[in-house]
């Protein structure tokens, strides 16, 4: 349920919702869960919560723990 979405025209899922009615503590919230992420909806939702600094920080802190790129060490 976490990640379905609302029917409609315009169908957006619960975090959609919340990052654009400004609720960090809600989106927040529903990230922790284990709502489904991509990088591209972290900036998105990064551009809503613009003007909280806190708040970008945890959402630069997912970004770089949840999408770090491996780096390849090869052996010979």
Do not use: M
Not at 15 to 37: P, W
């Amino acid at each position: 349920l976490i990640n379905q979405k609302t029917k409609g025209l315009c169908p957006k899922t619960p975090l959609q919702i919340a990052s654009e009615n400004h609720n960090d503590k809600v989106t927040k919230f529903l990230i922790d869960r284990g709502a489904e992420i991509t990088e591209t909806e972290i900036d998105k939702i990064a551009t809503n919560f613009k003007h909280n600094t806190l708040f970008l920080s945890y959402l630069n802190e997912l970004k770089e723990t949840k999408f770090k790129k491996e780096k390849k060490f090869w052996f010979f």
